[in-house]
């Protein structure tokens, strides 16, 4: 995402169109003075309908608003690190780029290469991107992870309520509680984070300056912060 001041972008622009240039891009959003232009939102589209296997056809005003969506939340969780985000090692990016591959049903580079030039990638701003993910993923986990606590009563309701059904649903062989509690305490700690995660979000939307141009965009939190 560019890193240019509303203001100065907006200057720029204006001086473009004063001399007669084409304007190639606009501003879609801005967050907290920093700007969301077209282009960045076009390229998370596509990205977005590659990861999740989606023809460009296919992609509704739905889809689009949640890009946009996201693209504001990755401005608000920078702000939140001041850009430090390590990157992940190059073997887990290089794991998801094999299951997109898979996903995808490519099994030669020529298939491969294809596939990306449909949506606009290429095989170094895939792995950027994914690695940008791998790494924010990472941060909002070493975040919020540390702050859940499950406790035994919530590892026994779940075992009860939730596990034992889906097992006998399935005509699985019952398991007792003890050899599966680490595997809920895990369930429910994700639980728990994405909760976090959500709440953290609508925290920070609503002490911040957001602004779009993109009708349908922007959920509005709770107690403002956001305007049209």
Avoid at 57 to 71: F, M, S, W
Wanted: hydrophobic share 35%; aromatic share 6%.
């Amino acid at each position: 995402m560019r890193r240019l001041s509303y203001q100065v972008l907006s200057l720029l622009l204006a001086i473009g169109a004063a001399y007669g240039g084409d304007v190639i891009d606009r501003i879609v959003a801005t967050v907290n003075g920093y700007v969301i232009l077209q282009s960045d939102w076009d390229d998370a589209v596509h990205f977005e309908a590659f990861v999740e296997g989606k023809p460009l056809g296919q992609i509704t005003d739905q889809d689009r608003g949640r890009a946009l969506d996201r693209l504001i939340d990755q401005e608000l969780l920078r702000e939140q690190t001041q850009g430090e985000t390590p990157l992940p090692p190059a073997d887990e990016v290089k794991q998801r780029v094999a299951e997109l591959q898979s996903q995808h049903e490519c099994t030669t580079p020529d298939a491969w290469r294809a596939t990306l030039t449909t949506y606009g990638l290429d095989e170094n701003s895939l792995k950027t991107r994914l690695a940008h993910d791998i790494a924010t993923l990472r941060q909002v986990e070493a975040r919020l992870r540390p702050t859940v606590q499950i406790d035994n009563h919530s590892i026994e309701s779940y075992y009860r309520d939730e596990f034992l059904p889906k097992l006998k649903q399935s005509g699985a062989q019952e398991v007792p509680l003890a050899a599966v509690t680490g595997k809920i305490r895990e369930i429910l700690t994700e639980q728990k984070v994405n909760q976090l995660f959500t709440s953290w979000l609508q925290s920070l939307r609503a002490e911040s300056k957001i602004h779009t141009s993109a009708p349908g965009s922007i959920t509005p939190a709770p107690g403002g912060g956001q305007g049209q």
